[in-house]
């Protein structure tokens, strides 16, 4: 635990907000041609690549003119190779609470669309509309979200954002009707929060029956696990280990595996694909 979120936390000290811009970088995929992507200058950010292998995957499940979910999409690392994977034709629907990263996200957005289609949305998925307390590694709100029954002292983030959210059935039900009919693709990156975000989006589960990659976070309780194994295999999936972007389904796992490792992603694919 860093001494700055302790004093933060006591109320004691309170920075300033660090923002920061993005520069944009270029890969080449063999398939695609030149991609245009803008790296965030967050220092704890990384630089992202852009990896042919990567959309490869992405195909085997997503095909042209197919709809795609990207729950707590960042700057746009997954969310690219999604839009790539589902054509000029489909689309991802790209929600990012977050709004000083948001800006990277909607540039993102606009360098990929000569390959995909992307909507980026300002807000976070929930069961209801309003607003929300995330809380975030650092004055410069690089990594967080809603740490729900993870105490503080254990997720070490303290420093808190206000942040909007929406039914996301709701939201596409008004705007984007049309657009849910496709929706074959749904991943969540959500701190820990995952399974409510999936209980939120239940009715549109069960009638799509989409693929599903979830963040299992490590500070997750055995009861949490319990409960999103028993959902998911309720609403007919079965799990697997995310093994790596370019290999999506790993081996699979049973709700001992699901229990024992610490921090992980799973692959969901229904049993009647």
Not at 85 to 98: K, W
Request: net charge negative; hydrophobic share 35%; with cysteine.
């Amino acid at each position: 635990m860093k001494l700055k979120g302790i004093l933060y936390l006591l109320g004691i000290w309170r920075p300033r907000t660090k923002t920061y811009g993005f520069r944009v970088t270029e890969s080449y995929l063999p398939a695609c041609g030149k991609i245009r992507f803008a790296q965030w200058l967050h220092p704890r950010q990384g630089i992202v690549e852009i990896k042919q292998e990567t959309v490869d995957e992405l195909k085997r499940y997503l095909r042209d003119g197919d709809v795609a979910l990207d729950i707590g999409a960042h700057s746009g690392d997954t969310t690219v190779p999604m839009a790539i994977a589902c054509g000029r034709s489909g689309m991802v629907f790209a929600l990012e609470p977050n709004r000083y990263i948001f800006p990277v996200l909607e540039e993102n957005a606009r360098l990929i669309e000569e390959y995909g289609t992307i909507v980026p949305l300002n807000f976070a998925a929930a069961e209801n509309d309003g607003k929300i307390i995330f809380e975030y590694s650092d004055e410069g709100f690089c990594n967080g979200g809603l740490h729900k029954g993870i105490g503080v002292l254990q997720h070490g983030h303290f420093f808190k954002l206000e942040v909007d959210q929406k039914n996301l059935i709701a939201f596409l039900n008004s705007s984007y009707r049309e657009a849910m009919k496709r929706i074959r693709f749904i991943k969540t990156d959500c701190e820990g929060y995952d399974l409510y975000v999936i209980k939120s989006l239940l009715p549109l589960i069960s009638e799509n029956r989409p693929y599903l990659k979830i963040e299992v976070h490590k500070n997750t309780t055995g009861d949490y696990r319990k409960e999103l194994f028993g959902l998911l295999t309720d609403y007919g999936y079965d799990i697997f280990l995310h093994a790596s972007d370019s290999h999506m389904k790993g081996g699979r796992l049973e709700l001992n595996a699901m229990l024992a490792s610490e921090h992980y992603d799973i692959f969901c694919i229904h049993q009647h694909d």
